[in-house]
T-cell receptor
Framework: AQTVTQSQPEMSVQEAETVTLSCTYDTSESNYYLFWYKQPPSRQMILVIR??????QNATENRFSVNFQKAAKSFSLKISDSQLGDTAMYFCAFMDSGTYKYIFGTGTRLKVLA | DTGVSQDPRHKITKRGQNVTFRCDPI?????LYWYRQTLGQGPEFLTYFQNEAQLEKSRLLSDRFSAERPKGSFSTLEIQRTEQGDSAMYLC?????????FGPGTRLTVL
């Protein structure tokens, strides 16, 4: 069975600084997808970034980028130039390419400080 | 299309009552998922549909829980004889064989 681990329950960062959220996973699958989702307080989950396991190049979306280390089963999220609006819970998710269902980590609560 | 919608957004009920939640997915999405999220935790998979077929149910989904997607469009999740442990956020998501798009959730409180 797949598992996803986020070892940082809470983090804080100063506005305009850079922060990295960690995620590790375990799977015997070779074909899968990884995602980072953002869940602002009392608001719905929003996709931040996705990574296909077969792609070696790390995904980037504006200020968000990932460090995908397939052999180490690590998938960290880097947020550059942090903004107050980045304050949220961040969830790492593994998607099985067969069923397309998600396995989520327990989340990291990120607070961006003014 | 404005995305995945869920109704109601909040539900307060007494223990032992039945409740039903509705999810309307993005119209062209063939897959629909239900998750449960408790405070401070990540969402946990409950069940999913491909079109109208329910393809998988988690062991978390006891006999008191039932889900339907009768015409492959909207879905309902019913909880019978609610218990205090059922208090959680129930999330619906839809996809077309790719990333999932989530609704705002239904927050259930069982007194």
């Amino acid at each position: 069975a797949q598992t996803v681990t986020q070892s940082q329950p809470e983090m804080s960062v100063q506005e305009a600084e850079t922060v990295t959220l960690s995620c590790t996973y375990d799977t015997s699958e070779s074909n899968y997808y990884l995602f980072w989702y953002k869940q602002p307080p009392s608001r719905q989950m929003i996709l931040v970034i996705r990574q296909e396991a077969y792609k070696q190049q790390n995904a980037t979306e504006n200020r968000f980028s990932v460090n995908f280390q397939k052999a180490a089963k690590s998938f960290s999220l880097k947020i550059s130039d942090s903004q107050l609006g980045d304050t949220a819970m961040y969830f790492c998710a593994f998607m099985d390419s067969g069923t397309y269902k998600y396995i989520f980590g327990t989340g990291t609560r990120l607070k961006v400080l003014a | 299309d404005t995305g995945v919608s869920q109704d109601p957004r909040h539900k307060i009920t007494k223990r032992g009552q039945n409740v039903t939640f509705r999810c309307d997915p993005i119209s062209e999405h063939n897959r629909l998922y239900w998750y449960r999220q408790t405070l401070g935790q990540g969402p946990e998979f409950l069940t999913y549909f491909q079109n109208e077929a329910q393809l998988e149910k988690s062991r978390l989904l006891s006999d008191r829980f039932s889900a339907e997607r009768p015409k492959g469009s909207f879905s309902t999740l019913e909880i019978q004889r609610t218990e205090q442990g059922d208090s959680a956020m129930y999330l619906c998501a839809s996809s077309f064989e790719g990333e999932q798009f989530f609704g705002p959730g239904t927050r259930l409180t069982v007194l």
